[in-house]
């Protein structure tokens, strides 16, 4: 997902991105932050749009300086998070011993005791694979998916007027600019007409188009 040049160059996520993946007739919206302290308005405006955290940790180092970063901002803004120990198929795994560690630094981060309860999964991004033992392992990811279906839902009412909470702008060779956000209230359909932006001194909003 690392798709700019710089990124690709220093091998980290600078800028937050999004995948959806539609799974049980859910549609989960994945994204991916930075998880260095540099970048870290970029981590504060995106913990704005999730419900829940994935933290992935690797099976021989366990959490990385970085990781206590992006944690105890998800932890400030009362989100629960999974915890994924990644790379479980390295000889050199010890899961018992990152998961300690994990939870050690949710208690330094003085996580809440439901935050304290988090749900360990363990895989093999590589391999394409997760399950809930580190030594059964299922031939998919089912297991990480069913377990962030379990996190808190958002509180959005459909009944209400619409509010759409953009946290990035992008631009599309054919669909021209993108607002990448998360709906707050009411619902959006492919060929709405909605109102936008800030208004100006006639009281008149920018007008536009939802797109499939």
């Known amino acids: ?20 993946i539609m799974y049980n007739g859910t549609k989960i919206n994945l994204v991916d932050t930075p998880g260095h302290a ?30 206590r970063f992006v944690l105890k901002k998800a932890l400030e803004r009362g989100i629960r998070a999974i915890v994924v120990v990644n790379k479980i198929d390295r000889p050199q795994a ?4 990152v998961v300690d560690r ?11 005791d439901a935050q304290m309860d988090f749900q360990v999964v363990y895989a093999s991004g590589l391999q394409g ?3 809930r033992e580190p030594d059964r392992l299922r031939s998919d990811l089912c297991d990480l998916f069913d377990e ?9 009412d459909p009944a209400k007027p619409l509010q759409l909470l953009v946290a990035n702008v992008d631009y599309d060779d054919f669909k021209g600019k993108l607002g990448i956000g998360r709906v707050v209230n009411g619902e959006l359909r492919a060929g709405d007409d909605v109102l936008y932006g800030v ?8 007008r536009g188009r939802v797109g499939e």
């Open 199 to 206: 208004p100006n001194e006639e009281g008149a909003f920018k």
């Open 1 to 20: 997902m690392d798709s700019n040049d710089q990124e690709r160059e220093r091998g980290i996520t600078i800028l937050a991105k999004n995948a959806a």
């Open 148 to 156: 962030i279906l379990k996190l808190p839902k958002a509180p959005v």
């Open 102 to 112: 994990v939870f050690d630094l949710f208690a330094e981060l003085n996580a809440d």
């Open 38 to 67: 540099d970048f870290g308005g970029e981590v504060e405006r995106i913990m704005n749009m999730v419900d829940g955290v994935l933290l992935v940790v690797d099976s021989v180092d366990g959490p990385k300086p970085q990781t």
């Open 129 to 131: 694979v997760a399950g």
């Open 94 to 97: 010890r899961p018992d011993f």
